[in-house]
């Protein structure tokens, strides 16, 4: 029988700021998908969460969370590396998080502002 262990963490990727305040978690009936994991590395990028977060996310994900089938490998190769990221030899670069999200079918853009 698969032991389930809840992780809780706020989604806040520029698609969902409007539910910024609605944890959410994912626990043995919650799948991952592409969404998710980019949402995972905007939030980083975005400040929303620390390196440590994301390490702990992607290190409970890996072991607690179901995949989507249709891009296991991708997702688990990508998932598996942010688990890594509190490595020294790994580490997190911005270029890292660049190709993960191209990788999952989306572009980086950074925005200056003076606010």
Do not use: H
Not at 1 to 8: D, G
Not at 12 to 20: F, M, Y
Request: glycine share 4%; aromatic share 8%.
């Amino acid at each position: 029988m698969k032991r389930c262990r809840s992780l809780s963490f706020n989604n806040l990727s520029r698609r969902s700021q409007a539910k910024a305040d609605q944890p959410s978690t994912i626990n043995c009936f919650d799948m991952i998908t592409r969404q998710i994991v980019a949402d995972k590395i905007a939030d980083y990028l975005y400040g929303k969460v620390s390196q440590a977060e994301l390490v702990d996310w992607a290190e409970r994900a890996i072991t607690d969370a179901d995949f989507d089938d249709a891009d296991i490998d991708l997702l688990t190769d990508i998932v598996g590396r942010l688990g890594l990221a509190d490595v020294a030899e790994f580490g997190l670069r911005w270029q890292d998080c660049e190709e993960f999200l191209r990788r999952l079918g989306y572009r980086a853009q950074v925005i200056a502002s003076s606010e």
